[in-house]
């Protein structure tokens, strides 16, 4: 049993060591009351008043651009005209400006090069301190348990699905056959 529970901390480091502020997990907690790091985000992607912003981890429109800008309009093409975008950032950029910096530090796996070093040390404090590093082993060991868990059943439903098609029974006779409660 110990064996089973050192495997399983291995590959959560293991996790936890590929991880990048591209990660939901690992950016949510750098940013987290962590202000520096939060205008560091804003002032580079933003330049106007803004709905929404996406930063997605590949080029979403496949147009080759930084940032897509997306103005609101009605229905008949007429804009909107209250200055709230949608902005879309394509997380895949690399140019030699503040943005592409902020991409780069975004999608570093390791825990130094950084372009800024508030988004650095929030990324330390998360892979290397003990305290931070245990946090993400927790986040990361919930997440494989609700996988594991909707794994087995879907797993349940498709043999479910087979044995209704096979033996031409109702759902609440394949159940009954594999034993399924009925809660």
Do not use: W
Not at 64 to 80: H, L, N, P, Q, W
Request: contains cysteine; hydrophobic residues 35%; glycine residues 6%.
């Amino acid at each position: 049993m110990n064996d089973d529970r050192n495997e399983r901390m291995k590959e959560v480091e293991a996790i936890i060591d590929n991880m990048c502020l591209m990660d939901d997990d690992l950016m949510s907690r750098v940013f987290d009351e962590n202000i520096e790091a939060t205008q560091i985000l804003i002032k580079t992607i933003l330049q106007e008043e803004v709905d929404v912003i996406f930063i997605t981890e590949n080029d979403y429109f496949k147009m080759d651009e930084s940032v897509y800008r997306i103005s609101r309009a009605f229905e008949t093409g007429k804009m909107f005209g209250d200055g709230s975008h949608i902005i879309y950032v394509n997380g895949q950029y690399r140019g030699n400006d503040d943005l592409g910096r902020l991409m780069a530090d975004l999608n570093n796996r390791i825990t130094e090069g950084f372009n800024y070093k508030e988004l650095e040390n929030g990324v330390r404090h998360f892979k290397v301190d003990e305290e931070g590093r245990k946090t993400m082993s927790g986040a990361v060991e919930k997440y494989s348990d609700k996988n594991k868990s909707e794994g087995r059943l879907e797993g349940r439903l498709e043999d479910i699905k087979a044995l209704m098609k096979n033996l031409k029974c109702s759902a609440e006779q394949a159940m009954e056959k594999l034993n399924v409660p009925k809660e």
